[in-house]
């Protein structure tokens, strides 16, 4: 006696995967692609305190100036003339364009305000200084 079995049944129970698939790979496309990234400074800085201070929700691209008025950009040492064609190639690189500035309670103000002027000449004007709350 031979044993009919329905190939039909088999085929129609099987589970195709290739649009679920086809579907999580659009998705992780879309997160990659609307992901922003934030460049760090690179160092710590001991940066002072205010009793104003207000939290940043987010910023793209952070500069921190040492007590020894070193530039740091995306982890490395930058100097002063070369401060605003990093952050026009970062500003490229990112959406929104906010900086935050660390500087250490040390460094000399005119250091600060040079490198403030060579971003704003980079083209972005919403800048921050980064203060530790009082």
Do not use: C, Y
Not at 20 to 25: E, K, Q
Not at 27 to 41: D, G, R
Request: charged share 30%.
């Amino acid at each position: 006696m031979k044993r009919f079995t329905n190939r039909r049944t088999k085929e129609e129970t099987e589970i195709n995967l290739t649009p679920m698939l086809d579907v999580v790979f659009i998705m992780l496309i879309f997160f990659i692609v609307t992901t922003s990234f934030v460049k760090e400074a690179g160092i710590q800085v001991n940066r002072p305190s205010a009793a104003t201070s207000e939290q940043k929700a987010k910023a793209n691209i952070i500069v921190a100036i040492k007590n020894n008025d070193e530039i740091w950009i995306d982890k490395r040492i930058v100097d002063l003339r070369a401060v605003r064609a990093n952050i026009e190639k970062l500003k490229s690189l990112n959406s929104q364009n906010s900086i935050v500035i660390q500087s250490d309670k040390e460094a000399k103000t005119d250091t600060l305000i040079k490198v403030m002027d060579q971003i704003r000449l980079a083209g972005i004007h919403e800048i921050s200084i980064s203060a530790l709350k009082n």
